[in-house]
């Protein structure tokens, strides 16, 4: 089955950016949806951004207009553009592919602050 690994998180100022990006051990071409979700410390775990192999993309209200998902067919990749990083955008980044199996990836920490 497949594996995801999730990178490009780190630490970074209010209104910076950072490029996500997770990588398939296959081929991502068949898999309905990808998606990025998030848990920040005591909170529930929660979709960030969503896109199918159609190619229709659906973001939560929170980062509309300030975060692109997107995917790379050819490498395997889905990618999480992330522009004007808010401290309430702090935790743990994860990757999930809509299998039967619905698989998720080990996840990548973001840390918005000053």
């Known amino acids: 089955q497949v594996q995801l690994v999730e990178s490009g998180g780190g630490l970074v100022q209010p209104g910076g950016s950072l490029r996500l990006s997770c990588a398939a051990s296959r081929s991502i071409f068949s898999i309905s949806s990808m998606g990025w979700y998030r848990q920040a410390p005591g909170k529930q775990r929660e979709l960030v951004a969503a896109?199918?192999?159609?190619?229709?993309?659906n973001y939560a209200d929170s980062v509309k207009g300030r975060f692109t998902i997107s995917r790379d067919s050819a490498k395997n990749t889905v990618y999480l553009q992330m522009n004007s990083l808010k401290p309430e955008d702090t935790a743990v980044y994860y990757c999930?592919?809509?299998?039967?199996?619905?698989?998720w990836g080990q996840g990548t920490q973001v840390t918005v602050s000053s």
């Open positions: 896109i199918t192999n159609g190619g229709t993309t």
């Open positions: 999930r592919a809509a299998t039967p199996t619905n698989i």
